[in-house]
């Protein structure tokens, strides 16, 4: 069974940096996508940033520029927040794509002053 385990979400001031990190367990297989999603109340979840075990990164235009994403030993991704904004409080969830998705409960954060 796979499971994803996310962690660092916290109360940051704007202009702030937050490190996100997801932990994957329960697969074999080393050939799959990584990435995280945000939502908020009312709103369709969306991307954040993706990366491929190749790789190969993609960014939500929102957070290009600020937000870096990263993979290590192929089962845990990591997020890289900086220069945070208010707008970028969300419920941050971590996802898995082989065929299937795979989301992680959810971890908050909330920008403000």
């Known amino acids: 069974q796979v499971q994803l385990v996310e962690s660092g979400g916290d109360l940051v001031q704007p202009g702030g940096s937050l490190r996100l990190s997801c932990a994957v367990s329960g697969i074999s297989a080393s050939i799959y996508s990584m990435g995280w999603y945000r939502q908020t109340p009312g709103k369709q979840r969306e991307l954040v940033a993706t990366?491929?075990?190749?790789?190969?990164r993609n960014y939500g235009d929102s957070v290009k520029g600020r937000f870096t994403i990263s993979r290590e030993n192929g089962k845990t991704v990591n997020l890289q927040m900086n220069s945070l904004k208010p707008e970028d409080t969300a419920v941050y969830y971590c996802?898995?794509?082989?065929?299937?998705?795979?989301w992680g409960q959810g971890t908050q954060v909330t920008v403000s002053s």
């Open positions: 996802n898995l794509q082989q065929g299937a998705w795979y």
């Open positions: 990366i491929t075990s190749g790789g190969i």
